[in-house]
């Protein structure tokens, strides 16, 4: 399986590199494809719903899942088959999907393409295009009026307020981090932090690999090298969290309150109760990639990530059973459909997966 944590690796965060699939597109920014002359629109493919997929999301009942050249499926029986999209106009790989109401939907990949749909995702438009800039887009975001923003390589940060019918670029330049615990910064901390985050501007910027919403206000962005990030105002400005971890981080999943986890390299799981003011370290049992997160029935949590791991928590995400997948194919992205299934996308492309009653928990130390 091919990953790091270098910059480098930063371009593919949403792609899966599994086992060097598609390693060309996902190990630098150089290896994003040239432009396109003309739309190229993804091809039919008789096993669409088996082939690698990145993301997931939801529009209304309907699951739709988005993945590489441009693949995009839909499911309308909670995962249990699936169908193309007749038309999409991208080759590129996609790695991001969300969707405003049951019909209006966007998604995001490479060549910095967003693509919008009005009917549920059975046909979709180009609404932004620049393979020039070399920079992938690595997730999407749509809140509310027609709110979105979308994320990606090198701090790329794009919004729309119109449902993803135009875009524009917004320089990303979030307030420095607080101290974890107050009072213990060293004089000049501040200072050197700032510093710090002008000099990786730039350079162009941290990747920033996932957007999600605990609500129409508050927002979060997990990024590369242990940069983690809350905006308070819908996206309007954004305040560097203080990290637990070095490695990137590929998901944060807003709980219950000001819960939230922080998921990434090597296995590693955060929980905060603060809103990211502090954190505590959680046992996953795993070294595995840690990709993709989402809440189901009650208190339930579901993870998922590289070699088939999938994590379940029943109390809202204090302690985790490891539930390992028996053909250890990677995973990328999980949905819930019901109080005991899960769609999960990856390696594979989808699968459903039944929850059983974990029979071994997992906590912090």
Avoid at 50 to 58: M, V, Y
Avoid at 68 to 93: K, M, N
Avoid at 139 to 167: F, H, N, P, R
Avoid at 282 to 289: F, H, K, M, P
Wanted: aromatic share 6%.
């Amino acid at each position: 399986m091919v990953r790091c944590a270098s910059r480098h690796r930063g371009v593919g965060v949403r792609s899966l590199a599994f086992a060097g699939v598609l390693l060309a597109a996902l190990t630098s920014a150089a290896g994003v494809r040239a432009a396109e002359p003309a739309p190229l629109h993804a091809e039919r493919a008789r096993l669409a719903a088996r082939g690698l997929l990145i993301a997931i999301a939801a529009a209304g009942k309907r699951l739709v899942a988005v993945g590489d050249r441009g693949i995009i499926v839909l499911s309308d029986d909670g995962g249990a088959s699936w169908t193309q999209a007749a038309e999409v106009p991208t080759q590129a790989l996609l790695t991001g999907v969300c969707f405003f109401d049951q019909r209006l939907g966007i998604a995001v990949g490479h060549d910095e393409v967003i693509l919008r749909s009005a009917d549920a995702g059975n046909t979709w438009t180009r609404t932004h295009y620049a393979p020039q800039a070399q920079r992938p887009l690595l997730d999407v975001w749509c809140g509310s009026g027609g709110q979105a923003i979308t994320v990606g390589a090198y701090s790329t940060y794009l919004t729309s307020g119109d449902g993803g019918a135009s875009w524009n670029e917004v320089a990303f330049r979030p307030a420095a981090a607080r101290p974890i615990t107050p009072g213990a910064a060293a004089p000049g901390a501040a200072a050197s932090a700032a510093s710090a985050a002008e000099a990786e501007s730039a350079r162009g910027g941290y990747h920033l690999n996932r957007i999600v919403g605990a609500d129409a206000r508050r927002l979060y962005i997990a990024g590369e090298a242990g940069h983690l990030y809350r905006s308070d105002d819908g996206g309007s400005s954004w305040l560097t969290l203080a990290s637990p971890y070095e490695g990137s981080f590929f998901d944060m999943l807003p709980l219950a309150g000001d819960a939230l986890l922080a998921l990434g390299l090597r296995g590693h799981l955060y929980r905060s109760a603060d809103a990211g003011a502090s954190w505590q370290q959680l046992d996953t049992g795993t070294v595995a990639l840690l990709d993709g997160a989402a809440r189901f029935a009650g208190a339930g949590v579901a993870i998922v990530g590289f070699s088939g791991v999938v994590l379940v928590s029943h109390d809202g995400g204090r302690r985790f059973a490891l539930l390992q997948q028996g053909n250890r194919a990677g995973l990328a992205a999980v949905l819930a459909v019901g109080e005991d299934r899960l769609v999960a996308v990856g390696e594979d492309g989808a699968r459903v997966i039944v929850l059983a009653a974990p029979a071994t928990t997992r906590s912090a130390p």
